[in-house]
């Protein structure tokens, strides 16, 4: 789950990290009314999950009222694409912030290192750019180190990483202190991305986080009621938020062919052959072991939401899950949501001659049935035109 800018500010707040003074703004109004609250100047900024929102316009540092007003005007509705060509996503909500007296700038985060199964820390002197640019620029500049999941971070420990980072010596304290907090965060929250670029001081020699950038490991939800709760951004994908509200798994691809399959491992190597076979995903959808009927109608829907779906991958491998239950599943979708694309069914496994019996009496025109993988995912790659 990842938070917007100011959701994730007011979290750091929660944890008694400083950030500036900002209020959430949902129209151009809203936004006037809280510049003139906050007093100039005052940074009104997209909120949109993305990051280069400064160079795409998206934030305007405002003077005065008509200015606010403009910039809100400018902002609000407009498209923003990613530095590496992601999105566009469109803006629907602002956060208007007091404006900060920027001396210097660093980088901090603390994210999770998959590798090595320990959240790492990392800081740079180097803030305001991105950490790719970073560690190409300068290596040495960008500090890294685990922390220990049972002692955490330590102050010692951080003052050691600030050292090392050559942050200036009349901030350093302050900086260990916000790494200590922001790897507390990362714990009690279950993060698994925690950013700040950049993390200023201020005019007055006061460290503060201008940026937050935070993803929480959406398996741990359960355990944080208040953020489970929080308004996702509008430019969620349409497909993967209709899969959540129905309990599916699944993860929205850039290509034409709906893939459902049950089971992580058989998914991900039916994603792996239509790409062998010359073919372009359009999903990954795990409809889960023991798939009854109401799950694969549920799946039918998320898929065929998707305009650029032009045909339709079954690979079903009958363990828990039986085969005869899918197949009534398809026989029910066709009849339910008036399905026309061209389905390609394989079915093996637990019930396999009676799932493909009952699709055989159905009649479907747009089913076709093949036997192994290969030949399935080389038959729907002919279908979708590909």
Not at 111 to 136: T, Y
Not at 208 to 231: C, S, Y
Not at 310 to 332: H, M, P, S, W
Request: charged share 25%; net charge negative; with cysteine.
């Amino acid at each position: 789950m990842d938070l917007l800018e100011y959701q994730g500010k007011e979290l750091f707040a929660r944890h008694g990290l400083p950030v500036p003074k900002g209020i959430h703004a949902a129209t151009v109004d809203a936004a006037v009314t809280a510049s003139e609250s906050l007093g100039y100047p005052v940074a009104v900024k997209a909120q949109v999950l993305i990051g280069g929102r400064g160079k795409a316009g998206g934030i305007k540092i405002a003077k005065d009222s008509t200015e606010a007003r403009e910039y809100a005007d400018q902002i609000m509705g407009m498209d923003i694409v990613g530095p590496h060509g992601e999105g566009p996503f469109k803006v629907h909500e602002l956060w208007v912030e007091a404006g900060s007296d920027i001396e210097s700038e660093f980088y901090a985060s603390v994210i999770l290192d998959r590798s090595a199964k320990k959240l790492m820390v990392m800081l740079s002197r180097m803030g305001g750019m991105d950490v790719e640019a970073i560690a190409a620029s300068d290596p040495d500049a960008l500090v890294k180190r685990h922390i220990d999941p049972l002692a955490g971070l330590s102050l010692e420990e951080a003052r050691e990483i600030t050292a090392q980072a050559q942050i200036p010596a009349d901030v350093a304290d302050q900086v260990a202190n916000i790494l200590v907090k922001l790897a507390e965060v990362a714990v009690e929250e279950d993060a698994t991305l925690i950013e700040v670029n950049p993390l200023i001081v201020n005019a007055d020699g006061e460290v503060v986080l201008l940026d937050a950038k935070v993803t929480i490991d959406g398996n741990a939800l359960f355990r944080h009621e208040e953020l489970e709760e929080l308004p996702q951004g509008a430019d969620q994908d349409p497909q993967e938020a209709l899969a959540k509200e129905k309990g599916l798994t699944y993860v929205s691809l850039d290509g034409n062919i709906g893939i459902l399959g049950n089971g992580a491992g058989l998914c991900m190597s039916t994603l792996d052959v239509v790409a062998q076979a010359g073919g372009r995903p359009a999903n990954f959808l795990d409809a889960g072991g023991g798939s009854k009927a109401e799950a694969i109608i549920d799946a039918l829907e998320v898929i065929t939401s998707n305009p650029e779906v032009k045909a339709i991958l079954f690979n079903i491998f009958g363990g828990i899950t039986r085969c005869d239950e899918v197949a009534r599943g398809i026989i029910e979708a066709t009849s339910k949501i008036g399905l026309e694309l061209p389905l390609v069914v394989r079915l093996d496994g637990t019930n396999s001659e009676e799932g493909l019996a009952l699709l055989g009496e159905a009649g479907l025109d747009n089913l076709h049935h093949e036997s192994t993988m290969l030949g399935a995912a080389r038959k729907v790659v002919e279908l979708a035109g590909n």
